[in-house]
């Protein structure tokens, strides 16, 4: 005992898995011990499902202390709310970083398939949980596609007006890769299924509606530019 001697083996190697796990959560600040993840060359993956299956049993080898101490950690015992959590966990990282949940089809995070999974989460809507659900509206989570395409493209022409100080877009201009000169020209076409509130945040930009009367602007604006320059319209 003086030399700390083990005599239970299966002890011995459950306080070494708590000690891995403890040693992941330290360094990421989570449980979410992703599938086949080893910790030092320990298997770390198969020792959290390990606990999972034990405590389902009735008669499993996991006793109110190590429930305890597990919990502690803030451990994750069912499988699939642990899939949840590390997506959410990874939307909250894109959230922080953006500003937004607007996560493009495609998107990964960290090797993560982000947009995969936010398009899951609008698809199973009615079956996730009150407490799920709150937790995306607090984030200003846009559960209506088409919602989420439309307010993407406001966003890209609100970046385009605040640096250039109108909306004239022109049709083949991109915003960080985004089509903006197609989402603009689809505007016009389809005004009359707009809403009106989003006619009048479009009408608060200065959006121009008619696309000869936006050519007829954009020469205006550079006759004025030269004007401001020679004093003159003698172009």
Known sequence: DALGFVWDVLSEQWEEGFSKL?????REGHCLVRSGHKEDDFNLANWVSNQRAQRRKKKGSLTPDRIERLDALGFVWDVLSEQWEEGFSKLLKFHKREGHCLVIRGHKEDDFKLGNWVTQQRTIKDSLSPDRIERF???GFVWDPNKEAWEEG????????????????????????????????????????????????LDALGFVWDPIAEQWEEGLRKLLKFYKREGHCLV
């Open 22 to 26: 403890l040693k992941f959560h330290k």
């Open 137 to 139: 509206d607090a984030l």
């Open 154 to 201: 406001l966003r890209k022409l609100l970046k385009f007006y605040k640096r250039e100080g109108h909306c004239l877009v022109r049709a083949v201009h991109k915003e960080d890769d985004y089509k903006l000169g197609n989402w603009v020209s689809n505007l016009r076409h389809n005004r009359d299924s707009l809403s009106p509130d989003r006619i009048e945040r």
